[in-house]
């Protein structure tokens, strides 16, 4: 009798496409034991980037003889795609409903990827473990962000498409090593712990370290780059790509030793063989130093963000580690325990772990296997990046045959009914069909009566529907405030915009660099933009590759005629050495405050104006002395006449936002003029919104107490050359945050003036004279007195009508819109320290609204609203308090208005 065949068992295929190799491990669990019952390492004749190789050619070849080799029907595919390809963030949530946390999460990924969603690929996971409280809400939820350009996915997977071979799950490899880290080394299982054996190198406690989270470190140096990956196995998971692999180590070769590429990577791999170690070791001194040292960067890095997590050891990847004196060197720089991957802890299968093959190579199979971990559903992490239309295809065609027998049943069960059919109408006559009828027309009237009850109740729940949308009126409306502050946010000027990072290159005024998060930038070199090196300016021609720099800029055009004077440069060089904790100074921060490019704001207050007619008289009744407006704005770059005060709203009412602040820029409120209020202005009126655009930014260090966070780089859209033929054009599509813009803020934004400011020539720190005060209720129409007054006493205000460059002058002050009646004269005082100038800014907001209170409106001037429901009238939470019968009025009254080009620009 001939013997059953057994059927093939389900395993895991590890695969990938490296620059030097193609690799690529299969798993399966044998009795609850992860076991490698194949494995495939082909290298190419040639290294995938040297100038003449095909990167193509050379990987079809080697994955169609993987194919002749191997059969991969039936199993799980994981293919690996670098890590330097994708974005990865990990984001606590805030408290929200559990159920409300897919929606959190997609508008998290619309803040954090840097693209339209449509454009990449992501997913998510939750990392860690959260708290969920008996209501429902979800707390202390941290999740893991991961997303990669759609187009690279789709090229990664060409070949495999091509030969007709099935890829399941994508993931990263910087991923893939965390899985292997926390399997292998750490013994954990999705996240929970496991049971390592008796001869594993899972760590145990440390004397002094029982309180601290215990974390292993892998280094895996690669042909270009080099991924640095740490994790607990739970909570933390942290990795970096350094732009330095093993193709630096045979370059440095090639330059000291005089060799061709391909004759340094052959000595390079034979080292140990090589007569002159030592002179290759001299020659690769420098190279090695530089990585070295971001390797310390990156891990003194971590150790500062992770307080709570010690590093234990690091496991050595790659065969980069072959070199002699690599993991010694390593280990005395680093001060920490290196260890050289020489077997895999925990797998077993003697076929393939004993292969002399897998033992030379096995430093490179520490990504594959964790892919092939997570193809087992045994990984940390479970991510996957494939895009959602081939999972969908796949899922069809593996229904189509349950389809076509459901069709099939169909039919025969249709058969069967037309030919009941026929026997019954063939059998029905006389009154039992008569009677059927009659009772049809009685059940008939009865349904028509039910409908008529049904409309009626229905029309009862829609005027209660109504009624509850008055009582909620606004709710449609709450993420409309979030956009306003941002456009604020983006309005505010800063010292300088920052992109720090690894130089590349100089191609003509181009400057190609790396930023701290691995990626290729490009920036040019005009008179608004300049290199830094270790804080000092410096001319990028002369920069060697691999120097830390960092470029430094303005985009804005009322800033850059303060940006491009010296002092404003070398303020901005104090004010970052004080904040990165350079500076050895321990005074105050007055240094270089005066050309500092900065503005603080202290309260924003939005109050509903039902007439905003009056609120325009009541403003151009005062513009005379007090009130200014710019006279040219900045539109997508160009100059254009900014309407004037005579010009009418578009809406009949809105919101009038009212920002109060300072600055201790010495030109005062013409700094305010020039940069904020032009920036108030402008912005609302270009098509795109301030944030939109590929010119992102590295945040600034957090900005001197009381600041206002720096704003990221506004794009300009590109005008449009080809009109004549734009309506034959597709129309390019908008991104959410550009919807929201173009709905929220774009042209909604009016009437922005500086209604007062005052200089204090000796201001103390911790009292204002202007800004603890509101000015809205008296120019919305409110008769009755202003129950609000300055806190503190009055300081020194100096400012003269007749001065239109620096005030410097001091004089007596009135308050002749007083709160309280009092026309107070102020002695003058000696001017002290340096003059501090508050400023009250007002604009008009026309606020879109969903819901007209039961009718669907979205013209906010159509739609009355009651300033007592939708907005405060005068807000405690601002600091002020009512005025005291001995409360003096604040000093001064505002100088002329301003030019237009103060001779500063």
């Not at 774009?746 to 007062?756: K, N």
Request: with cysteine; aromatic share 8%; proline share 7%.
């Amino acid at each position: 009798m001939a013997k059953k065949k057994q059927p093939k068992a389900i395993g895991a295929w590890g695969i990938e496409v490296g620059q030097c190799a193609f690799k690529a491990l299969r798993l399966e669990k044998v009795e609850d034991r992860i076991t490698a019952t194949a494995f495939d390492y082909i290298e190419y004749p040639k290294i995938l980037n040297q100038p003449d190789a095909d990167p193509d050619q050379l990987t079809r070849e080697a994955l169609l003889k993987f194919l002749e080799r191997n059969n991969i029907r039936g199993d799980t595919v994981v293919l690996g795609v670098p890590g330097q390809s994708g974005l990865a963030r990990f984001v606590k949530l805030p408290p929200v409903e559990e159920k409300k946390i897919a929606d959190i999460i997609r508008f998290e990924a619309k803040q954090q990827i840097p693209f339209p969603l449509d454009e990449v690929i992501w997913d998510y996971q939750k990392i860690g473990s959260g708290v969920v409280t008996e209501d429902g809400f979800a707390m202390e939820t941290e999740i893991g962000l991961f997303a990669m350009k759609r187009d690279m996915i789709q090229r990664f997977l060409q070949q495999f498409n091509e030969v007709d071979a099935e890829v399941h799950i994508v993931q990263m490899a910087p991923l893939a090593l965390c899985n292997f880290i926390a399997y292998s080394c750490l013994g954990k299982r999705n996240g929970a712990s496991g049971e390592p054996n008796e001869k594993s190198t899972a760590i145990k406690s440390s004397p002094g370290k029982s309180d601290k989270k215990r974390c292993v470190v892998a280094l895996d140096i690669g042909t270009d780059n080099s991924n640095l990956v740490i994790t607990d196995g739970e909570g933390i998971i942290w990795q970096r790509a350094i732009p330095k692999g093993g193709n630096h180590f045979t370059r440095a070769l090639t330059k000291e030793l005089k060799l061709t590429f391909a004759k340094a990577e052959h000595v390079k791999k034979n080292a140990t063989k090589s007569p002159d170690l030592r002179r290759i070791l001299m020659a690769l001194r420098p190279e090695l130093n530089e990585f070295v040292t971001e390797v310390q960067r990156s891990l003194g890095y971590f150790a500062n963000t992770h307080r709570d997590a010690h590093v234990e050891y690091m496991v050595g990847l790659g065969n980069a580690f072959r070199l002699p004196g690599l993991q010694k060197y390593l280990s005395e720089k680093l001060k920490l325990d290196v260890r050289r991957l020489t077997k895999i802890e925990g797998l077993e299968g003697d076929g393939v772990v004993n292969a002399p093959t897998f033992v030379n190579n096995v430093m490179g199979f520490g990504t594959v296997y964790g892919l092939a971990l997570q193809g087992l559903g045994v990984s940390l992490l479970t991510t996957n990046l494939l895009p959602e239309e081939i999972k969908t295809e796949r899922m069809i065609r593996a229904k189509k045959p349950w389809v076509a027998a459901t069709a099939a049943a169909i039919l025969f069960g249709c058969v069967g009914t037309l030919a009941g059919y026929a026997i019954q109408y063939n059998a029905v006559a006389g009154s039992a069909v008569e009677d059927a009828a009659n009772k049809a027309k009685a059940f008939n009237q009865k349904v028509k009566t039910q409908e008529t009850n049904f409309q009626a109740e229905n029309r009862k729940v829609q005027a209660n529907q109504e009624a509850i949308e008055w009582l909620t009126a606004g709710q449609y409306e709450r993420l409309n405030w979030i956009l306003l502050n941002k456009y604020i946010d983006d309005c505010l000027p800063v010292p300088a915009l920052r992109i720090d990072g690894t130089f590349q290159g100089l191609e003509g005024n181009i400057v190609k660099l790396v930023d701290i998060d691995g990626k290729e930038r490009q920036k040019a070199l005009d008179a608004s933009t300049h290199v830094l090196v270790n804080n000092r300016f410096v001319d990028a021609r002369q920069l060697k590759p691999g120097t830390h720099i960092a470029i430094v800029y303005q985009t804005d055009p009322g800033t850059l005629g303060y940006w491009k004077k010296p002092e404003a440069k070398q303020a901005y060089l104090s004010y970052w050495e004080k904040q990165s904790g350079q500076s050895a100074k321990t005074s105050g921060d007055e240094e270089g405050i005066q050309d500092r490019i900065q503005v603080n704001i202290t309260a924003m207050l939005p109050l509903f104006c039902n007439d905003l007619a009056t609120y325009l008289n009541n403003l151009k009744q005062r513009q005379k002395d007090e009130v200014w407006m710019p006279k040219t704005i900045y539109i997508d770059g160009k100059a254009v006449a900014n309407p004037d005060l005579t010009t009418p709203p578009k809406a009949k009412s809105g919101w009038v936002v009212e920002l109060r602040g300072y600055t201790y820029h010495r030109d005062g409120y013409r700094f305010v003029m020039a940069t904020l209020v032009e920036n108030l202005a402008s912005k609302a009126r270009t098509r795109l919104p301030a944030s939109a655009g590929s010119q992102g930014t590295v945040p600034q260090q957090p900005a001197a107490p009381g600041a206002v966070p720096s704003p990221q780089p506004q794009p300009q859209p590109k005008p449009n050359n080809d009109a004549k033929n734009n309506n034959n054009k597709e129309k390019p599509t908008q991104s959410q945050e550009e919807r929201d813009f173009q709905k929220v803020i774009a042209d909604r934004i009016s009437h922005v003036t500086l209604y007062r400011y005052i200089v204090a020539a000796d201001p103390d720190r911790s009292k204002f004279f202007l800004i603890n005060n509101t000015y809205l209720p008296e120019l919305l129409g409110n008769t009755t007195p202003s129950p609000w007054t300055p806190l503190g006493s009055v300081g020194n205000v100096v400012g003269d009508k007749n001065d239109q460059n620096e005030i410097t002058a001091p004089r007596t002050g009135t308050n002749n819109n007083n709160d309280n009646g009092q026309n107070t004269p102020q002695p003058a005082q000696e001017t002290k320290g340096i003059p501090r100038t508050e400023f009250v800014i007002h604009f008009i907001w026309d606020e879109p609204v969903q819901f007209g209170y039961g009718k669907n409106n979205a013209d906010a001037g159509t739609t009355v609203r009651q300033p007592s429901q939708f907005g405060p009238q005068v807000p405690s939470e601002f600091g002020q308090q009512p005025v005291g019968p001995n409360q003096p009025p604040f000093p001064g009254q505002p100088p002329p208005p301003v030019p237009r080009n103060p001779g500063t620009r």
